[in-house]
């Protein structure tokens, strides 16, 4: 199991104030050391957190693997281009949502996507794309050329109650074995944290988690090199 640490949160912060602390380039560093196999950051349209000047030197000192969220829009497929993070992934972004909500439609815009995920292939970018737990939504994103898909965890965070975490569970394992099945590639994201994490990094076809705000979160009382290693404890060997 690999950990990709979300520093977006971080770059949420120094944005409040308008001025340069704290550096996401500087958790981003304080996390590989503790131990995480990837930095994870969103380069949004409206540039609420991370900054193109935040991409572009996390490209230069990450040493372990980069992966880029972004929209598939014509600018940030400009962008991704240019930097060349070692993974882009596809997500849907909306200005007025707090974070984003759901999974990308694939389906509805598989011939726009197929040309975003040829461009960005070419220039030796791995592409993933962040989809709800679906079959159908799993055969899209083969369809368009993805290498990975990262399954939407929200509504089994938010679930309430076993039973309904238990039917969400059902649907990341049901997708993600239609992804290994299809010869991609499956990690998992949104919503992640110490209490709920163990079900879905015990998935044997998720490879990879990605994590954010709880670690961030965790950040502030423990400090990054901590917060980081408490999460690795947890997923590392289920």
Known sequence: MRLGVNIDHVATIRQARGIEEPDPVHA????????????VCHLREDRR???????????????????????????????AVQTKPDMCTLVPERREELTT??????QGQESHLKGVVKELRGAGIIVSVFIDPTLEQVKAAERVGAQVVELHTGL??????????????????????????????????HGLNYRNVIPVASIPQVEELNIGHSIVARAVLVGMEMAVREMLDLVMFV
């Not at 560093?29 to 995480?36: D, F, I, K, R």
């Not at 991409?55 to 929209?71: D, G, P, S």
């Not at 909500?101 to 694939?106: S, Y």
């Open 156 to 189: 089994y965070c938010e679930s309430r109650g076993e039973g309904d975490a238990l039917s969400e569970l059902g649907k990341l394992e049901d997708a993600a074995l239609a992804a290994e099945k299809l010869g991609m590639r499956v990690s998992a994201g």
């Open 101 to 106: 909500e759901g999974g990308l439609e694939v």
């Open 49 to 79: 957190h991370i900054q193109d000047r935040d991409l572009r030197i996390l490209r230069e000192t990450v040493k372990t693997h980069l992966n880029m969220e972004m929209a598939p829009t014509e600018e940030m497929v400009r962008i």
């Open 28 to 39: 981003a560093v304080l996390a590989e050391l503790a131990g995480a196999h990837g930095i």
